[in-house]
Nanobody
Framework: QVQLVESGGGLVQAGGSLRLSCAAS????????MDWYRQTPGKQREVVAR???????DYGNSLQGRFTASRDIAENTVYLQINSLKPEDTAVYYC??????????????WGRGTQVTVSS
């Protein structure tokens, strides 16, 4: 069974940095993209970054600059480096693996999320 596990979240002061990781495990043949989303209470989940198999990275609106995503295709892992953290970055950060191919077919998977809290 495919599982996504995020790690690296925590409590940090404004101006600090965090590096989030998301590892996909299981009988995976391939993954199309590995994405980062974030969500705060009462708001829709928003795209932070999308890491494609060809190495391209797309960022959500107004997020490029402080956010840097990278992907290790061989390890089925995606990372998110967040610098100069602001209180408004406080959210649960989720990883999504898009079009994951296994012997049973192709589907998307979500991780359970990791909490990032930025204190002012």
């Amino acid at each position: 069974q495919v599982q996504l596990v995020e790690s690296g979240g925590g409590l940090v002061q404004a101006g600090g940095s965090l590096r989030l990781s998301c590892a996909a495990s299981g009988p995976i043949i391939s993954i199309s993209t590995m994405d980062w989303y974030r969500q705060t209470p009462g708001k829709q989940r928003e795209v932070v970054a999308r890491a494609f198999r060809n190495g391209n990275i797309d960022y959500g609106n107004s997020l490029q600059g402080r956010f840097t995503a990278s992907r290790d295709i061989a390890e089925n892992t995606v990372y998110l480096q967040i610098n100069s953290l602001k209180p408004e970055d406080t959210a649960v950060y989720y990883c999504k693996a898009v079009r994951v191919a296994t012997s049973e077919g192709v589907r998307d998977y979500w991780g359970r999320g990791t909490q990032v809290t930025v204190s002012s």
